[in-house]
């Protein structure tokens, strides 16, 4: 059976650890941040964890059920990471994007963690925070319920699964990851043009895009498709009107 969780205001007057640091949710994600960054998934231990905090493993579960549950908060804390500072400006399709990229950015900013958590669902504060933001403005845009949250799906899951695979190409091995990259500009660029037309009339092109993420035209497209389907002729609130 999992430990209850302590309430935060009884675990700030617990004793600090042999070191002298008070131990908080926020200390333990940001340690394990840094423990993934540097070991990889391999090395996410408790064990490890209680090592790196000067505490007893099983301090942990006096702030997390079990190691899922900080892998949920590790989540979570990226996504507010990518909210630090954000604010809607009115401009539907601009604040989709910004949101977007920053999403992104907050994920392969950290690509192990990113890996664990890319797929996962928290149900935490700045997840719901980042849902009700991107569902508000595709409402407040004008769009019908039913297209706010296909939009929604689309929009959220091409971010994470690009995030989770971006992430996956930085996680990789310094030579492994150059020697993919030098690939376009020695097997592709040398294709002949009598075998592989296609390819070598594209080779300079392909060496310069595809070492680079493709989620930005990824997304513009997504948001070009939406602007497409935006209801015309009627002001946005009638659109919620029609839809209650």
Request: proline content about 7%; hydrophobic content about 45%; aromatic content about 6%.
């Amino acid at each position: 059976m999992a430990k209850p969780v302590v309430p935060e205001e009884k675990r700030r007057r617990r004793r600090p650890t042999r070191s002298g640091t008070v131990l908080s949710e926020r200390l333990i994600v940001e340690t394990a941040l840094r423990m993934l960054r540097e070991h990889g998934s391999a090395g996410f231990t408790a064990r490890r964890l209680g090592l790196a905090l000067d505490c007893d493993p099983s301090t942990l579960y006096r702030y997390f059920r079990g190691m899922d549950d900080l892998t949920l908060a590790i989540g979570d804390a990226l996504v507010g990471r990518a909210l630090r500072g954000w604010r809607p400006t009115g401009e539907w399709r601009a604040d989709l994007r910004a949101v977007g990229l920053r999403i992104h950015a907050a994920y392969v900013a950290h690509p192990q963690a990113a890996q664990l958590t890319a797929s996962r669902v928290s149900g935490r504060a700045n997840e719901l925070a980042a849902d009700e933001a991107v569902l508000e403005v595709l409402r407040t845009a004008g769009f019908p319920l039913p297209d706010t949250v296909r939009i929604y799906h689309a929009f959220i899951d091409q971010t994470l699964a690009f995030a989770a695979l971006d992430a996956a190409s930085l996680a990789l091995p310094s030579a492994a990851l150059r020697a993919d990259e030098a690939m376009w500009r020695s097997t592709y660029a040398g294709l002949p043009a009598t075998t592989h037309p296609r390819i070598a009339e594209a080779a300079p092109l392909l060496a310069t895009r595809m070492v680079t993420s493709a989620y930005p035209t990824a997304l513009d497209m997504l948001l070009d498709s939406a602007a497409a389907q935006l209801p015309q002729g009627l002001p946005p609130r009638q659109f919620h009107d029609q839809d209650s």
